[in-house]
């Protein structure tokens, strides 16, 4: 698995520890709805600040996404 796989993975679990779903999120963070599953598939490397806005929405830090 590469790191954007890994770092998918996080989002999605940081997303479903809150139970929020897909559409939910994209409309917190101001992108869409297939944009985020991208993102949790490690389709697309999201930008720093798509990932700091998916951390204040997702109450975690960023660096919690980073598959170090």
Do not use: C, W
Not at 34 to 43: A, F, H, L, P, Q
Request: aromatic letters at 6%.
């Amino acid at each position: 698995m590469g790191s954007q796989e890994k770092l998918g993975k996080n989002v999605k679990k940081a997303r479903e520890k809150l139970g929020l779903t897909q559409e939910e999120l994209a409309e917190k963070v101001g992108i869409h709805v297939s944009y985020v599953s991208r993102i949790e598939r490690g389709k697309v490397n999201p930008s720093y600040d798509i990932l700091e806005n998916l951390a204040k929405v997702l109450k975690v830090k960023s660096s919690d996404f980073l598959p170090f």
